[in-house]
């Protein structure tokens, strides 16, 4: 005979422990999201609501500093990203460097440094002395008066002027550092340096004159201009447009009256 008791209700109470674990799970699990929820306004911190702006100022505008900074703010002190707000004043014009921190606690602290042109580039471009161009179509300013303060054609005159392709730009003020250095002691001085698609340079002395150097050797054929095409036509500078110096042994003169000589070979590169 079997006496053994059937397991119904061992089946049926383990079911139950089942479903009411699974739902005490879920409960815990809403409450803790609903916790987090809730807790986020605290852990976020208090929020920023002070922007104080740093550094000697002159081209920056402070409201390109708050249009730029408003959308990189967290919604409390801990969670705001300094970088994306650096990143995001690096993009602005005339920015070289931007330092950004929370000071407690609610204020976030801007300190910028702007850029210092040395060159300018193209037509209205300025350049930094990395070879970054930093502006490209430098606008006159109207003071609190309504006049108009100068624009890059007077303000910054006193430039050199490179053009070339906007990629190379680093390039272009690295070859005028080189030859502006090299004729330098000879008390000669380039206002102008363009080097064009093919990367042929001539370059601009502050008399007016044009040296045109070619794509190969541009510092060589600078230092022979200075040696020997300049000491040969000292007398007759006043009447030179241009000298090409593109040549085997010798070089070539344009003069302002309209005709033109050579004395060499053949043009090279």
Same mark, same amino acid.
């Given at each position: 005979?079997?006496?053994r008791?059937?397991?119904?209700p061992?089946?049926f109470w383990?079911?139950r422990i089942?479903?009411?674990?699974?739902? /005490?799970?879920l409960?815990l699990? %809403?409450?803790?999201?609903?916790?987090?929820w809730l807790?986020?306004?605290l852990?976020a911190?208090?929020?920023?609501?002070t922007?104080?702006?740093?550094?000697?100022?002159q081209?920056v505008?402070?409201?390109?500093?708050?249009?730029?900074?408003?959308p990189e703010?967290?919604?409390?002190f801990?969670?705001?990203?300094?970088?994306?707000?650096?990143?995001?004043? $690096?993009?602005?014009?005339?920015?070289?460097e931007a330092?950004?921190?929370?000071?407690w606690?609610?204020?976030?602290?801007?300190?910028?440094?702007?850029e210092?042109p %040395?060159?300018?580039?193209g037509?209205a471009?300025l350049?930094?002395?990395?070879?970054?161009?930093f502006?490209? $179509?430098?606008?006159g300013?109207?003071?609190?008066?309504?006049?108009?303060?100068?624009?890059?054609?007077?303000?910054y005159?006193?430039?050199?002027?490179?053009?070339?392709?906007?990629?190379a730009?680093?390039?272009v003020?690295?070859?005028y550092n080189?030859?502006?250095a090299?004729v330098?002691?000879?008390?000669?001085a380039? %206002?102008?340096?363009?080097?064009d /698609?093919?990367?042929?340079?001539?370059?601009?002395?502050d008399d007016?004159?044009?040296?045109?150097?070619?794509?190969?050797?541009a510092?060589?054929?600078?230092?022979?201009f200075?040696?020997l095409?300049?000491? /040969?036509?000292?007398a007759?500078?006043?009447?030179?447009a241009?000298? $090409?110096?593109?040549y085997?042994?010798?070089?070539?003169?344009?003069?302002?009256?309209g005709?033109?000589?050579?004395?060499g070979?053949?043009?090279?590169?």
């Open positions: 005979m079997n006496t008791k059937p397991d119904q061992v089946k383990r079911r089942v479903v009411v674990g699974a739902g /005490a799970t409960v699990a %809403v409450a803790f999201g609903l916790l987090l807790a986020r306004p852990l911190g208090p929020r920023l609501t922007l104080t702006l740093g550094g000697r100022l081209h505008d402070p409201a390109a500093v708050r249009n730029a900074v408003l703010l967290g919604s409390g801990f969670n705001t990203r300094v970088e994306r707000i650096g990143a995001a004043l $690096d993009a602005l014009p005339w920015v070289a330092d950004v921190r929370r000071e606690p609610h204020t976030l602290r801007v300190d910028i440094v702007e210092v %040395v060159a300018r580039w037509d471009g350049m930094d002395a990395q070879g970054k161009v502006v490209h $179509d430098v606008q300013r109207t003071n609190a008066a309504g006049g108009g303060m100068p624009g890059a054609a007077s303000a005159s006193n430039l050199p002027m490179l053009s070339g392709r906007d990629d730009s680093a390039d003020l690295a070859q080189t030859l502006a090299l330098a002691p000879r008390g000669i380039i %206002v102008a340096l363009s080097v /698609a093919r990367g042929a340079a001539t370059v601009e002395l007016g004159i044009e040296v045109r150097l070619g794509r190969e050797d510092s060589a054929r600078l230092a022979r200075s040696a095409a300049l000491p /040969a036509l000292a007759k500078l006043t009447t030179v241009y000298v $090409d110096m593109r085997t042994n010798g070089f070539a003169v344009g003069w302002k009256n005709k033109n000589g050579n004395q070979t053949r043009p090279n590169a």
